[in-house]
């Protein structure tokens, strides 16, 4: 026991302990980041409630879901309702529309944002399509 109070107290065990505190502290901070990046959410997802017929939205996270809010069947079914069927989307600002997968209209609110079935009735409403979206 001596011998470890004596090393520790000279300046070789002085700097030993320095770098094994910055490695543990440079080891509990990854982990700290590594934690906090297993908590961001991988998208929504909607599951119906048999016993209530409401709908939950739950945010999905590698296996552990968070219930985000219950919605009433009506509400969901109107949102589904506004954008079923339809494969283009545009503005109700701009001239451009775009396809639902295309990730350059994904900035353009949902308020603001017309739906089409087709390109042709996208571009007859006078919408030209995106270049980003080729």
Same mark, same amino acid.
Do not use: P
């Given at each position: 026991? +001596?011998? $470890?109070?004596?090393?520790?107290? @000279?300046?070789?065990?002085?700097? $030993?302990?320095?770098?094994? =505190? ?6 509990? *901070?990854? +982990?700290?980041?590594?934690? @906090?990046? %297993?908590?961001?959410?991988?998208? =929504?997802? =909607?599951? *119906? ?8 939205? %739950? ?8 219930? /985000? /809010?219950?919605? /009433?069947? &009506? !509400? ?10 339809? &494969?283009?989307?545009? #503005? &109700?600002?701009? *001239?451009?529309?775009? #396809? ?6 994904? !900035? ?5 944002? =017309?739906?089409? !079935?087709?390109? %042709? %009735?996208? +571009?007859?409403?006078?919408? !030209? ?6």
């Amino acid at each position: 026991m +001596e011998k $470890i109070k004596l090393f520790l107290e @000279s300046d070789t065990g002085k700097d $030993i302990m320095v770098v094994i =505190i910055v490695i543990l502290v440079g080891l509990g *901070s990854f +982990e700290l980041g590594r934690l @906090s990046k %297993e908590s961001d959410t991988g998208g =929504i997802k =909607i599951s *119906s409630v048999q016993e209530k017929g409401d709908y939950k939205l %739950e945010y999905a996270n590698q296996g552990a879901n968070a219930v /985000s /809010s219950v919605k /009433s069947a &009506n !509400t969901i079914n109107s949102i589904i309702k506004d954008n079923s069927g339809k &494969n283009f989307f545009a #503005s &109700n600002r701009g *001239s451009k529309y775009y #396809s639902l997968g295309c990730s350059a209209g994904k !900035t353009i609110k949902q308020e603001n944002r =017309i739906y089409f !079935t087709t390109g %042709e %009735e996208a +571009e007859r409403a006078g919408y !030209t399509l995106s270049s980003s979206c080729n």
